[in-house]
C-alpha cells in the first residue's frame, strides 16, 4: 500500500475538515449551478486554493504537487460534488497562466486565484467539437489593439461565475497556422455568457459567445500557434486529480451501502450476512483500495515528471472513475429500493459519478491513446 507522507497526511486532514464542513449542506450545494456561498466561504477558510497556484504567486509549494492536488479532491469529493469542482478548477482553470502567462499577468490574476476571491474557467469545448479538440473553430487574431477573440464555447465550467476563462482557439493560415491560448476576463465587451443546460448531476456550465472581444497582446499563454502544449501540460497535472475525485465519491458510495447493509435485516439476518449482498460490498472495497493505490501512484510520479507520466494518469483516471460507477451501482443495488429515494446521498452519488467518465478525457477516448502507446511500444 502506498503511504502518504506526514506532509500529505496533513493536507488530507485540512481538507477532510473543510468536507466536513460542507457535508450538512452538501446536498443544497450539489444540486446549485451557482456558486454556492458557504462551500465557497468553507473552501477559503481552508486555504486549500493554494494548492494549485505556485507558491511565487501566493500559492502552497514552488511547482504544482499533482498528489497533493488529488488527495485534497478525494477528500473533498466524499461530501461534496461543487466543493471538488470549485477546488480542482482553480487549478484546471487557471495552469495555462500559471505556465505560460506574463510575469505581470500572473501577477494580476494568480494571487487571487489562490485566494479564491478569482474564480478561473477553461474554454476549450464547443457546439461541434469535444474530444477531438485540435479542431477548435473559435479564431484568435492579432489586431491593432491586442488579440481578437470570435467564437462559441460550449459546457464551460465556471461558465457565468468565473472572473476569467483560458480560451483555446486556431490562429493563422496555410504554413503559420496553429492554435492558440488568451485570457479573457468575463467582463471583455463582446464576452456573452448564457448559462449551460441543467444536467443529471447539477454543475456551474455557461456557454459562450465571444464577439469581436478583443483583449491586450499581454494577454496572450504561451508561444502563439504552439499553445496546444498548455493543454497538455493542464491534463498532466489534473487528469490524475479527476482519479482522486472518483476515488472519495467510491468511499462514500461504498460507506453508504455498508451503513445500510450492517443495519437492515433480511432472512433473520443483516444483508451482509447474505452472500451476494456481502461479496459486492466486498468487491466494492476491492475496487476502492486498487483504484486509490494506482492513483496515488501516479500522482506520485506525476510530482517528478507530469508530462512524462502521463499514461499512467490516463490510466488511473479510466480506472478509478470506471470503478466509481461499478461501486456505486453495486450500492445502489445493496440498498434496494432505499438506494432509489430521490434526494437521497446515494442518489446524488450515483449522478455524480457519470459524469466522470467523460470530462477531461472520456473513457474511450483515453483507452485509445494508451492502445496507440502500445501500439508504438509503450509499457
Ligand atoms: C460536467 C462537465 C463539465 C465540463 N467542463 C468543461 C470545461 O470547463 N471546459 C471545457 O472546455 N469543456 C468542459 N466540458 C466538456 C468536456 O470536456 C467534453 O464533454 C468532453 O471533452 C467530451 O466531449 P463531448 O462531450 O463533445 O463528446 P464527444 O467528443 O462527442 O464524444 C462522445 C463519446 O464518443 C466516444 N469517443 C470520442 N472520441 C473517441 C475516440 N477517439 N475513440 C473512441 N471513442 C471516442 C467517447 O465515448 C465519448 O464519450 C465539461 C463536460 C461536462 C460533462
Known amino acids: 500500500m502506498f503511504e502518504l507522507s506526514p506532509h500529505h497526511r496533513k493536507i488530507q486532514e485540512t481538507a ?65 460534488a461543487h466543493l471538488d469542482s470549485l477546488f ?17 499577468l500572473r501577477a494580476r490574476w494568480l494571487p487571487r486565484v489562490a485566494a479564491l476571491d478569482a474564480i478561473a474557467g477553461l474554454a476549450l469545448t464547443e457546439p461541434d467539437i469535444g474530444s477531438d479538440l485540435r479542431g477548435v473553430t473559435t479564431t484568435l487574431a492579432s489586431v491593432s489593439d491586442g488579440v481578437r477573440v470570435d467564437g462559441r464555447k460550449s459546457f464551460i465550467t465556471n461558465g457565468g461565475a468565473a472572473d476569467f476563462y483560458c480560451v483555446l482557439g486556431r490562429e493563422g493560415d496555410g504554413d503559420a497556422r496553429g492554435h492558440s491560448m488568451v485570457l479573457v476576463p468575463a467582463d471583455a465587451p463582446g464576452l456573452t455568457v448564457r448559462p449551460g443546460p441543467g444536467l443529471i448531476a447539477p454543475h456551474i456550465l455557461g456557454e459562450l459567445e465571444f464577439d469581436g472581444v478583443v483583449v491586450p497582446e499581454g494577454n496572450r499563454l504561451g508561444v502563439p500557434l504552439k499553445a496546444f502544449s498548455l493543454m497538455l501540460q493542464t491534463l498532466a497535472v489534473f487528469r490524475v486529480s479527476v482519479a482522486g475525485s472518483a476515488v472519495g465519491l467510491a468511499q462514500a458510495a461504498l460507506d ?51 508530462l512524462g507520466h502521463l499514461d499512467m494518469s490516463s490510466i ?20 434496494g429500493r432505499f438506494g432509489l429515494v430521490q434526494g437521497s446521498k446515494i442518489e446524488r452519488l450515483y449522478r455524480n459519478a457519470r459524469p466522470l467518465r467523460v470530462y477531461e478525457g472520456a473513457t474511450e477516448v483515453l483507452l485509445d491513446s494508451l492502445a496507440r502507446r502500445l501500439a508504438k511500444g509503450a509499457s
Open 88 to 104: 480542482g478548477m482553480q487549478g484546471v482553470g487557471s495552469y495555462a497562466l500559471t505556465v505560460g502567462g506574463s510575469d505581470e
Open 316 to 335: 488511473a483516471k479510466v480506472n478509478a472513475t470506471e470503478a466509481a460507477g461499478r461501486v456505486v451501482d453495486r450500492s445502489v443495488q445493496a440498498m
Open 16 to 80: 477532510r475538515a473543510a468536507a466536513a464542513e460542507v457535508d450538512p449542506f452538501a446536498g443544497e450545494a450539489d444540486a446549485s449551478t451557482v456558486v454556492h456561498e458557504a462551500a465557497r466561504e468553507a473552501l477559503r477558510r481552508s486555504g486549500l486554493a493554494r494548492q494549485v497556484v505556485p507558491a511565487a504567486h501566493g500559492g502552497a509549494s514552488e511547482t504544482l504537487d499533482p498528489l497533493a492536488i488529488a488527495v485534497v479532491r478525494e477528500a473533498l469529493m466524499y461530501s461534496s
Open 256 to 306: 453508504e451501502a455498508l451503513r445500510h447493509v450492517t443495519v437492515r435485516e433480511q432472512f433473520g439476518r443483516p444483508l451482509i450476512g447474505l452472500g451476494a449482498v456481502g461479496q459486492n460490498v466486498a468487491l466494492s472495497w476491492t475496487d476502492v483500495e486498487a483504484a486509490r493505490a494506482l492513483t496515488y501512484r501516479a500522482a506520485a510520479l506525476a510530482q517528478s515528471d507530469p
